[in-house]
């Protein structure tokens, strides 16, 4: 992945600012990327990188994140045989859920050598959406108790990449799709959903994530009515002239949170993205402009054009 970082100024971060988005969030969101490259010896902006250590020491930012997560270590050596468990699993249990017809992971495109290259996003995500629908289940008094749990959750589970991650995004990477019919984001994160026995119920409209009209942001507004966990998949398309992507129908992509809880009468919103952590989003701002400007920026940052949101509920088992 690549972050240019000529793209960005203070003039943009103060425009985020003004529609109700953290500019120190959105800029960690940039180091973050840096740091990304970094790991994967990918040149970004003018070559130089951004030591993680140094974003941590930002202590700001505290008042941003509820709680700190990433990916630094999604870059190296995945266990192949734990791979194949995923891959074995998925195809198992797929015919228990409503899954486009032809889309399933090909045990042969596992990466050779065994190295993970490209993140673990899906797989971070992932197992967090189904650790925050387990956590719906419990007795919340107040978001106190809620936030202390999430805080929980994300240090014992999702904190940081690790090998595990890595095995599984290692197969969630060989999924093919159907030649003979277009497959959406939501489509494919509803296969790798089976993973964590999570189910996919609905899913939203396709985004163009550089869109700024207000009917966009009020479509993404009703779609987040609803108390619930949320997964959004930002896409670049695929290059017609790459069989590996045009056998999945994408280039790469990105996956994040969005988690919407009432306690009594209030209701809050949290962003997780795995490259930062978990972000109450601020509840005075139009919901829709803001996941607008989320998406805008990790599109602008992973180079990527579209993005759509999948509910998720509890699968069978």
């Keep these: 992945m690549t972050l240019d970082s000529s793209s960005f100024s203070l003039d943009f971060l103060g425009v985020l600012a003004e529609g109700g988005i953290d500019p120190d969030f959105m800029e960690r969101l940039f180091r973050c990327a840096d740091d990304l490259g970094a790991q994967y010896r990918v040149p970004v902006g003018q070559g130089s990188f951004t030591d993680y250590r140094a974003i941590d020491r930002i202590s700001r930012l505290e008042k941003h994140v509820l709680v700190e997560s990433n990916q630094s270590a999604g870059y190296g050596e995945f266990n192949e045989r734990k791979a194949a468990k995923v891959i074995d699993k998925i195809k198992e249990k797929i015919h228990l859920y409503s899954i486009?017809?032809?889309i399933t992971?090909?045990?042969?495109?596992?990466?050779?050598?065994?190295?993970?290259?490209?993140?673990?996003c899906s797989a971070m995500s992932l197992l967090v959406a189904s650790k925050l629908l387990?956590?719906?289940?419990?007795?919340?008094?107040?978001?106190?108790?809620?936030?202390?749990?999430?805080?929980?959750?994300?240090?014992?589970?999702?904190?940081?990449?690790?090998k595990n991650f890595r095995a599984i995004q290692a197969a969630f990477n060989t999924i093919i799709v159907p030649e003979t019919c277009e497959v959406t984001p939501a489509d494919k994160i509803k296969l790798l959903g089976i993973q964590f026995d999570i189910r996919g119920i609905t899913q939203s409209?396709?985004?163009?994530?550089?869109?700024?009209?207000?009917?966009?942001?009020?479509?993404?507004?009703?779609?987040?009515?609803?108390?619930?966990?949320?997964?959004?998949?930002?896409i670049k398309d695929a290059d017609p002239l790459k069989e590996d992507e045009v056998i999945k129908q994408e280039c790469k992509g990105h996956s994040t949170v969005i988690f919407k809880q009432t306690i009594e009468t209030e209701s809050r919103i949290y962003f997780y993205d795995p490259n930062v952590g978990i972000k109450i989003i601020d509840a005075t701002r139009e919901l829709g402009k803001q996941i607008q400007s989320f998406q805008h920026i990790i599109a602008r940052t992973y180079h990527l054009s579209k993005f759509q949101m999948v509910k998720f509920v509890e699968g069978p088992a």
Excluded: C, W
């Excluded at 992971?105 to 673990?120: F, M, Y």
């Excluded at 550089?210 to 108390?227: H, N, T, V």
């Design 100 to 102: 486009t017809d032809g």
């Design 205 to 234: 409209k396709i985004f163009d994530s550089f869109a700024e009209d207000p009917s966009s942001s009020e479509d993404i507004r009703g779609f987040l009515e609803l108390d619930g966990v949320y997964v959004a998949r930002a």
């Design 134 to 162: 387990e956590l719906q289940k419990s007795t919340l008094s107040s978001f106190k108790v809620l936030e202390d749990h999430m805080i929980h959750l994300i240090k014992e589970h999702a904190f940081t990449s690790n």
């Design 105 to 120: 992971l090909d045990p042969k495109r596992l990466a050779s050598p065994r190295i993970l290259s490209g993140g673990t």
